[in-house]
């Protein structure tokens, strides 16, 4: 070491006290970002908390590098590190989803979404995807997003009366439609999804399959929900929600080499999910994404991780239980993943998702206002809320806690005073009592890492 050069170690130490003398302004914003998720619930399906040594990998000088390309074949020099951390991340996520290719660079699960449409359809394919008024997603052909203004979208929609996705009215559309592509995967479905059948349906009308498991890529690696790698053609996740960093990924399970065919050769699927990737959709990835995407595949092996996946679910079964025991419409009567679709508008005539939303964070608890299947609602106001348990099971919360926060919620939308879709007032009194609670809750679990 020459005089005036820092270790690694001693560089990185100090990273977060430079910050606060350097920027104290963005410092302060995380301080308090930090006390938020510190004194309030998490309840917010889509999110949750990943671990110091994730943080570390992304806040690293991995994330100087630049370059294009795939391991072994880039486009600048200095590549012999971060080829290895791409390696072995792909590496860490096949064995953690049990697929036969990763693709760890996509920025999102959006992303993902992208790569692989544009890896195999020409602009004007058909594409039928999960309803997005329905809790499909963006990136599945909603309107304002590009894969919506490239293709031909057609959704389907889940049952009227259930809330189920009808596979044989799926079936029957695909005949109708003659998709390029199926996709599977939703933000608002609580039910487990029966991946086979998709494939069948798939299959029957000579489409590919892609399955965005943004939502259940925690519960699918640790055998929680059942897996989809060796049904789709395509697996895309992004990887925090399952308690990663942010970012997407694409999985590949028995057909990764299927070819693919082109006017003048063939490609194995793979080989086109490449080239979409770059220079298809993105420049070059985020090294330090891919540091901590591994770190976290790796955790994701523990024992912990995976008993945690079950108990995610059980709490959240937990809760719709106790909220239907409490005379709310828990949507399809319960679940059987991480997340719990409450009706709010049938528990109270002139309660909206929004109303609920604002007055359940008001006092301490942070939750989804979500449009529920054939919502009258707008998209603003909606009648629902969506709440999920990955958070508050990752700070170590069971039965006891999940019954409490089920009558912390009740007595807030029973008693928020509601004025219009959108204006409530709720009793100071009621306000710091719930919130007063909430921190004590919060208090005796603290976030883990
Ligand atoms: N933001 C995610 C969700 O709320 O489900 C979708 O990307």
Redesign the pocket.
């Known amino acids: 070491m020459f005089p005036g050069q820092l270790s690694s170690q001693a560089f990185h130490e100090d990273i977060f006290s430079t910050l606060r003398d350097d920027d104290s302004r963005i410092y302060e914003l995380i301080t308090k970002e930090y006390e938020r998720l510190q004194n309030t619930l998490q309840l ?3 999110e949750n908390q990943c671990s110091k040594a994730v943080l570390a990998a992304l806040g690293s000088v991995i994330q100087n590098k630049t370059t294009e390309g795939f391991p072994g074949a880039r486009y600048h020099g200095g590549c012999e590190v971060v080829d290895e951390v791409e390696r072995l991340a792909a590496a860490r996520a096949k064995e953690a989803f049990g697929a036969k290719y990763a693709n760890v660079q996509p920025h999102s ?2 992303q993902a979404n992208q790569i692989c449409m544009t890896a195999i359809l020409k602009a004007g394919d058909k594409v039928l995807s999960h309803g997005l008024e329905q809790g499909g ?1 963006p990136s599945h052909g909603g309107s304002g997003s590009l894969t919506g203004k490239f293709f031909e979208i057609e959704s389907y929609f889940v049952d009227k009366r259930s809330f189920l996705l009808d596979y044989d009215a799926i079936r029957e559309q695909a005949f109708k439609v003659r998709p390029k592509l199926i996709v599977c995967g939703a ?2 479905y609580s039910r487990e999804i029966d991946f086979k059948r998709f494939r069948e349906i798939a299959d029957e009308v000579g489409a590919y399959l892609l399955a965005d498991i ?2 259940l890529a925690g519960l699918v690696m640790a055998g929680a929900h059942p897996s989809c790698v060796d049904y789709a053609h395509f697996t895309t996740t ?1 990887t925090y ?1 399952a308690g990663g960093p942010r970012g997407g990924l694409i999985l590949m399970g028995k057909d990764y080499d299927l070819p693919m065919k082109f006017s003048d050769r063939d490609m194995p699927l793979w080989k086109c999910i490449q080239a979409a990737t770059f220079p298809g959709v993105q420049g070059t990835p985020y090294f330090n994404n891919m540091a901590a995407k591994a770190v976290f595949f790796k955790e994701t092996l523990s024992d912990e991780y995976k008993a945690r996946q079950f108990k995610i679910i059980e709490n959240a079964k937990r809760l719709a239980g106790n909220l239907s025991g409490l005379g709310y419409d828990v949507l399809t009567g319960g679940t059987d993943n991480h997340m719990v679709l409450i009706n709010v508008e049938s528990l109270r005539e002139a309660l909206t998702g929004t109303i609920a939303q604002r007055s359940l964070e008001d006092c301490g608890m942070t939750v ?1 206002a979500m449009l529920l299947p054939y919502d009258k609602k707008p998209v603003f106001i909606t009648s629902g809320i969506r709440l999920g348990t990955p958070i508050v099971t990752r700070n170590g919360m069971g039965g006891q806690e999940i019954d409490s926060i089920s009558e912390l919620i009740d007595v807030v939308l029973r008693e928020v005073k509601v004025k219009s879709d959108s204006e409530y007032e709720i009793d100071k009194s009621l306000r710091d009592e719930v919130s007063n609670k909430v921190k004590q809750l919060c208090g005796r679990f603290p976030m883990r890492y």
Do not use: C, E, Q
Request: glycine share 8%; proline share 0%.
């Open positions: 917010i399906a889509a699960g959006s997603h933000s608002v943004s939502h992004s929600k989804d």
